[in-house]
């Protein structure tokens, strides 16, 4: 079974500039989120989707974060201006929710530097 | 929110080693993962246990929901074994709430 797929694995942008990352989850399951990690800390909740609605985007940064997923498959998030402290790791993982049971997978991660 | 503590912070081992990681919330979970992040970033599922106990090999893992803690045991370390280990929890709604996480190396 394939896992969580992501790209790019890394970018390098300049403050103010715009980037996007591209998530392909599990076939199947039907929860997909985004979290972020900062160095040093655990990744954090950024938005939920199930299948293609909204979840939780509570802690999206609404001003310069966006999501979509618009098929109720794969999603993008965008950042756009991006600033300094935008500076981690893009983690996308996705579950089945199964009756209770709602083992998170995650893929790889884009690394992102913010210059 | 929920609260979630990983001791210690930090651990040295020499290779054949055990060791004990801990992991403390301060509510009520429905769910608890705990991960190993490589030194490439990937996280790495190692189990699903939002009670009882677990083995996968030379590792292992008990959740006492009532009293709120989780511990992974991990025996006879490699060089391998290196890296971040992270427990997470989920409340309600499936959102994951992460810990600091505990820095494993592991020497030759």
């Known amino acids: 079974e394939a896992g969580v797929a992501q790209s790019p694995r890394y970018k390098i942008i300049e403050k103010r500039q715009s980037v996007a990352f591209w998530c392909n989850p599990i076939?199947?399951?039907?929860?997909l989120y985004w979290y972020q990690q900062i160095l040093g800390q655990g990744p954090k909740l950024l938005i939920q989707f199930q299948n293609n609605g909204v979840v939780d985007d509570s802690q999206l940064p609404k001003d310069r974060f966006s999501a979509e997923r618009l098929k109720g498959v794969d999603s993008t998030l965008k950042i756009q201006p991006a600033k300094l402290e935008d500076s981690a790791v893009y983690l996308c993982?996705?579950?089945?929710?199964?009756?209770?049971?709602?083992?998170?997978?995650f893929g790889p991660g884009t690394r992102l530097t913010v210059l | 929110g929920i609260q979630v503590e990983q001791s210690p912070p930090d651990l040295i081992l020499q290779e054949g080693a055990n060791s004990t990681l801990r992991c403390n919330f301060s509510d009520s979970v429905n769910n608890l993962q705990w991960f190993h992040q490589n030194p490439w970033g990937q996280l790495i599922n190692l189990f699903y246990?939002?009670?009882g106990t677990k083995q996968n090999g030379r590792l292992s893992a008990t959740t006492v929901a009532t009293e709120r803690y989780s511990l992974l045991y991990i025996s006879s370390s490699q060089t391998t074994d290196s890296g971040v280990y992270f427990c997470a929890v989920d409340m309600a709604g499936n959102m994951l709430t992460f810990g600091g996480g505990t820095r494993l190396m592991v020497k030759p």
């Open positions: 993982a996705s579950s089945l929710e199964l009756l209770g049971y709602n083992e998170q997978f």
């Open positions: 076939s199947g399951h039907a929860t």
């Open positions: 246990i939002p009670s």
